[in-house]
RNA sequence: GGGCGCGUAGCUCAGCGGGAGAGCACUACGUUGACAUCGUAGGGGUCGCUGGUUCAAUCCCAGCCGCGCCCACCA
């Protein structure tokens, strides 16, 4: 085998690998058929999309997941695929059209212009899902699905139809969110309030049949007031009651309108009487329906005031008219006051522009009764939510959920299967032909239909895909087999727009639960804490980070900070830092390969006999634990932490140290079996890493072995035998380590020079650590810089001199020690060592901690003391030894 | 108004009942034959404040002070 280059290049070996495991059919389920199932379905990006922070988190998440579930044999897939997003899509071929030559969608008509944006699809949709594969998700892309494709289509016309057979879809005329940009309506999720400097205009409006009286009503949307049909006043305001039933004359319009006595009139808010506008507030409409006001609709569908008002004003956009209506109020002498006042404008989310209450029909889903089973299923844990915290979220909307408008007046979409008989009857079918046949039936003769021209909500859609990707309305082996789901990955941002509709729908049509766990992640962030946004500039783009330190070091970077619960504070030093990580693998590997480290397959992780191979096999199977248990529970973020403590910490660290001089020694055995060993555990670091770093494991897995039975991403999650842990053994190279690590800290503090050798005497040093000196000398002589180490009772003079255990070592250095340096030195140790067996002698002679504390906990705090008391006296000892001399 | 969450090292964050941790930044030293995208050592914290529960509180509870998010409403 070549041997590897000094660093790690990561695009190359990125394109390569993918584009081997794509072809090569590793990403693909059904592979292990005899394997419980794993399924996560992709949060559909947009096909409009591109691969931002956000999706960069929620993919790497899965993908951890999945090629972790992979890895243990289990039959996973990763169902993935995009959604139309209606909207957004429609948006951006309509701004193509008017780039094009200043033409809408309405110039080109219905036919041609979905033609188009296919046409844009198969062009230029979709190019998340080549940037998806660059971050390395291991989606079977050979079950890709589009929420438009002929089958989730059908899925989404069965469904709808079913729905409305059991009422569960309705018709209704009713206020709703309107987009006046968009001309559709939208569901109340789809509208985001903004906080606006406003002002409040008092309007007096003069009294019928009473000169000279005038009611005083305060808005924020003076052009509302040409739709007024009542003013409301409390019933015990003694201000205005007398006036109900009494009527107003509506200014500029002249309409005659009645004063009505409403609780909704708030005595304290604005002058106590409220204009009344039923069809242009949502207030007003469930006031209107009190007193059965008529509801009058001054705008047309993209907010410019209709034939319904007065004649000037007509044709002005809703903010022109605003003004025309403030400036004739105050020629009219009728505008008493105006204040400037703060409050919460509704806005569009995608069109941007407020939105209008308005009065239409719309289609509405009943999701107060599909949310039911939903909300039991959370209740009773059929279905749970990581963190546990969310579910909290779920119920509290869930059980305040109002009807879902569930209709569109866009172009791009599922068109509603809805058909209109000449009287207006509606027949809703699969398709025409059935809806005909309805027709026919009802009418008794052949009538001519026509189809409602709405569109569902994208969301719609959306709520079906844990089945409809299955297949579903067909009965297919891949639905039978997959469904339900196992975790959903998302931010919570969408649990209520998808996972809520999610639920609803797979409870209602499959009869279980579209999965089992929820897991929600955070939000990414900048590194300031700002949300990333296009107008902030702040907008950190995954692939650049992946350019520039490669996919594996971006995903590192994600899923060490995916700690339950918080946001994601994305910063480049940190990438760079996984980057550094991925540097240390690499060499790590090619220090292996060059001493001939390689596993050869059949090593057995029992079978080392020397101490160091012995710990760090422990060491290892102690590692799979821990990361086992992590994943398990959805804690990403202490995994990585594992893997990246114990690969870079344990193995480089200290296991390929201590190697060094066995692996240079004349002991041929030893050197064998330290090879084979150092090749079992790095072997072992790549495939519990892989899962976080696909990339360089996979490279380094081939490029260390020939004949690898598999590609690591075929390769089995390790398992290891009983017994291998060995904690005495665990204990022994615990010795070792603090042992040297005592010896650099004293050196580096008394200003030995790295290069300077010297000798080290233990004093006090019990059997056990005479025999763990003579099996570890020559790591102990090389890692400490030492030229020898005995064992001895006598310390000389001008020593430094620190307490290990039972044990003090000394490490003379007469001709160069600055005594009083090492004399202050200890008594800086004495004092510390000084607080602690304070504490400790405090909490032991307390008689309610004796008695009331766990004897382990007693024990412990026993032992910690005794060994502070040791230390203490060494202490003392070595101080005495060294002004002695002075 | 309702709900959720956060204040721990200079920065970003883990930990969440019994010895304060990591990464980055910082300081000193170092070309020890894998790695300077590195190594060794080190400095730095009344764990927001005040009470309470407990033998024991950074961790549990209450209140307060700061900060953020979600939902609803706003004449």
């Known amino acids: 085998m070549p041997v590897l280059e000094k660093t790690f290049q990561p695009a190359e070996v990125e394109k390569k690998h993918y584009e081997r495991w794509e072809s090569g059919g590793a990403f693909a389920c059904g592979s292990q058929p005899d394997g419980d199932t794993y399924t996560i379905v992709i949060p559909p990006p947009n096909v409009t999309g591109s691969l931002h922070m956000g999706h960069a988190l929620n993919n790497t998440l899965q993908d951890i997941l999945i090629r972790y579930a992979r890895m243990r044999g289990r039959d996973a897939l990763w169902q993935p695929g995009m959604d139309h997003a209606g909207i957004a899509t429609q948006m951006v071929v309509e701004r193509q059209l008017a780039d094009a030559g200043n033409m809408s969608r309405r110039d080109l008509g219905r036919e041609a212009f979905i033609e188009r944006v296919w046409a844009w699809k198969e062009e230029s949709g979709g190019t998340i899902t080549s940037q998806l594969r660059r971050l390395g998700a291991s989606c079977d892309w050979s079950r890709e699905c589009f929420t438009m494709d002929d089958g989730l289509s059908r899925a989404v016309l069965k469904v709808f139809v079913e729905l409305y057979k059991k009422g569960l879809i309705y018709k209704d005329k009713r206020l709703v969110n309107w987009d006046p940009q968009l001309e559709t309506a939208i569901s109340d999720l789809e509208v985001e309030q903004r906080e606006t400097q406003g002002k409040l205009w008092y309007f007096k409006y003069p009294v019928e049949g009473e000169e000279g009286v005038f009611l005083t009503v305060a808005t924020t949307r003076p052009e509302t007031m040409l739709g007024d049909t009542a003013v409301a006043v409390h019933p015990d305001d003694e201000r205005h009651a007398h006036l109900i039933g009494k009527h107003c004359i509506l200014p500029l319009v002249g309409r005659r309108i009645v004063i009505v006595g409403d609780d909704y009139a708030d005595p304290e808010q604005g002058s106590g009487a409220v204009k009344i506008t039923p069809a242009h507030d949502f207030n007003d409409f469930e006031v209107g329906r009190r ?38 109020i105050e020629a009219a002498g009728l505008l008493e006051k105006i204040e400037d006042h703060v409050h919460t404008v509704p806005y569009g989310d995608r069109g941007g522009v407020p939105i209008e209450p308005y009065l ?27 963190p546990e915290n969310w579910s909290k979220t779920y119920f509290e909307w869930m059980r305040n959920i109002q009807p879902w408008c569930i209709s569109r007046q866009l172009w791009w979409g599922h068109q509603i299967p809805a058909w209109y008989g000449p009287d207006g009857t509606v027949f809703v079918e699969l398709d025409e032909a059935a809806a005909q046949a309805a027709a026919d039936a009802h009418y008794g003769k052949a009538v001519e239909l026509v189809r409602d021209e709405d569109v569902l909500d994208t969301w719609f859609s959306s709520a079906l895909w844990p089945f409809s990707t299955l297949g579903w309305p067909d009965k297919t082996p891949e639905l039978a087999r997959y469904y339900p789901t196992d975790v959903l990955v998302t931010g919570f941002d969408i649990i209520f727009f998808w996972v809520a509709r999610m639920m609803m729908m797979g409870l209602h049509f499959m009869d279980e639960v579209p999965f089992h766990t929820v897991y929600v992640h955070a939000l990414v962030r900048d590194e300031r804490g700002q949300k990333m946004s296009k107008s902030k500039g702040n907008v950190i783009d995954p692939l650049d980070l992946i350019d520039q330190f490669g996919s594996d070091a971006l995903r590192f970077t994600l899923s060490s900070l995916a700690a339950p619960g918080r946001d994601i504070r994305m910063s480049e030093s940190r990438v760079e830092g996984s980057r550094n990580f991925a540097t240390k693998l690499w060499n790590a590997a090619r220090f292996c390969q060059i001493n001939g480290c390689v596993s050869g397959g059949s090593f057995d992780p029992a079978s080392p006999s020397q101490t160091v191979n012995r710990w760090i096999v422990g060491e290892v199977a102690k590692c799979e634990r821990d990361v086992a248990q992590q994943l398990g529970a959805y804690r990403f973020n202490e995994a990585s932490n594992t893997l990246y403590q114990f690969a870079w910490g344990t193995f480089c660290d200290w296991y390929l140290e201590f190697c060094k001089p066995l692996l240079n020694g004349d002991d041929a055995a030893l050197k064998a079996e330290t090879q084979a060993t150092a090749g079992w555990v790095l072997d072992q670091i790549l495939l519990m890493l892989h899962p976080f770093m696909p990339f360089v494991t996979e490279e380094l897995w081939g490029a260390l072995a020939e004949d690898r039975p598999a590609d690591l991403i075929r390769s089995q999650w390790p398992s290891y035998p009983d017994g291998i842990v060995d904690e005495n053994v665990a204990k022994e190279l615990d010795w070792v380590v603090r042992l040297i690590t005592g010896a650099r800290s004293v050196r580096s503090e008394m200003n030995i020079p790295p290069a300077a050798k010297v000798p080290m005497i233990l004093k006090g040093a019990g059997g056990r650590a005479a025999s763990w ?28 001199q620190f307490v290990h255990d039972e044990a003090t070592a000394a490490l003379p250095i007469a001709d160069v020690i600055d005594i009083g340096q090492e004399k202050q030195r200890l008594e800086k140790e004495i004092a510390k060592v000084d607080g602690e067996i304070k504490k400790l002698q405090k909490k032991l002679s307390n008689e309610q901690f004796l008695s009331k504390a766990p004897e382990a906990v007693v024990d412990e705090q026993r032992g910690r003391l005794a060994a502070e008391e040791t230390a203490r006296v060494k202490l003392d000892e070595a101080l005495k030894r060294l002004s002695a001399v002075a």
């Open 291 to 328: 007193h059965d006001l008529e509801m009058v609709n001054i705008f047309d569908t993209t907010g410019c005031i209709n034939d319904n008002a007065p004649e000037t004003y007509r044709g002005l956009d809703r903010f022109t008219a605003r003004q025309a209506v403030v400036r004739d």
């Open 360 to 386: 239409t029909d719309q289609w509405f889903a009943d999701a107060k009764e599909l949310a039911k089973p939903a909300i039991s299923a959370v209740e009773d844990g059929r279905t749970k939510f990581f």
């Open 773 to 800: 000196l003579k099996t570890h000398e020559p790591l102990i002589l090389r890692l400490a810089r030492l030229d020898g180490i005995r064992m001895a009772e006598d310390i000389p003079q001008g020593s430094v």
